[in-house]
Every structure is written in C-alpha cells, then in structure tokens.
C-alpha cells in the first residue's frame, strides 16, 4: 500500500504526524511537498497529489491545508479523485463506507494531532459499502 501525502504551509507540521503515523502502519509513503512553513499555493499541493492517485503512481492520497477545505476542493477537480474532508471520526468512516473516498483531506489548523491519526485510521480500516452506494460513486465519476 502506497499513500502520497502533501500540504501547503498550514498543514504541514501536521503532515509530518501523518507521515511518521503511515510509516509505523508500514505503509509506504510518497511526499510530495511542501517542505516548509513558508506560504505556498495549496491548489499546487491539491492537485499534484490527486494526480499521483489518479495516475496510479499511489493507491490512496491525503491533502492537508490550513483547514482543508481549499486542497480538498483542488483534489476533487482532478478526474477519479473522491476527496472527503474530514472533521470527524464519523466523517472518515462515512467517507469511506459511503463515497469510497480514495483521498482525505484533514486541517492543520483546525483538526489536533490525535484525532487526525484516529480520523486517517478510521478511513483506512473501513470498508466501501458497494450496493446502492457505487451506484452514486459510479455517478460521480462520471461527472
Ligand atoms: C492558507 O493561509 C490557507 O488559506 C489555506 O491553508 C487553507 O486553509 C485554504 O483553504
């Protein structure tokens, strides 16, 4: 299993977190930046992540920005990306069980460090639901 991650500037200490949280999973991780709390673009950020998922080159993908809305509204206008936002451990769950989610997005800050790792565990360990559910994915992809 191959996660990529990426960030703009207010998500990435909480990247590192999720990185060092992937890896002792023994999941392998592709960081696609940003490498620094320096202002950065996050729909650069948004976008070279989903198309690393899109593309193959990782199974599944997590964005972080300041609140996660921006990067996860860059990832989902890449073709195939299912980018849920995710507050909640409810959120995760759902977003797998229900939309397949193949990428999250979490906010630096204002999600805490721990219930992102729950948040990115719940999504990992749920399964799709298929059934009515990829009816609506199957919609989506087609969008
Ligand atoms: C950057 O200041 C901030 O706008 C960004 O991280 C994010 O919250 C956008 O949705």
């Known amino acids: 299993m191959k996660i990529a991650v990426a960030s703009d500037h207010g998500g990435y200490k909480l990247k590192g977190y999720v990185t060092e949280h992937l890896l002792n999973r023994g999941i ?9 709390e320096e202002s950065v673009d996050y729909p650069v950020y948004g976008v070279s992540c989903a198309q690393a998922v899109a593309f193959g080159k990782a199974d599944l993908g997590i964005v972080i920005c300041g609140t996660g ?4 509204i860059a990832a989902n206008k890449v073709r195939g990306i299912r980018c849920g936002l995710c507050t909640s ?3 995760a ?7 397949n989610a193949n ?16 948040i990115v565990d719940e999504w990992l360990d749920t399964r799709f639901e298929g059934g009515r559910h990829q ?9």
């Open 28 to 36: 392998d991780v592709i960081d696609l930046g940003t490498d620094s």
């Open 69 to 72: 809305i921006g990067i996860s």
């Open 89 to 91: 451990v409810e959120m």
């Open 93 to 99: 769950h759902l977003t797998k069980q229900h939309n």
């Open 103 to 118: 990428m999250i997005a979490l906010g630096g800050r204002t999600t805490e460090k721990d219930l992102a790792l729950k």
């Open 135 to 143: 009816r609506r994915v199957d919609m989506l992809d087609r969008l």
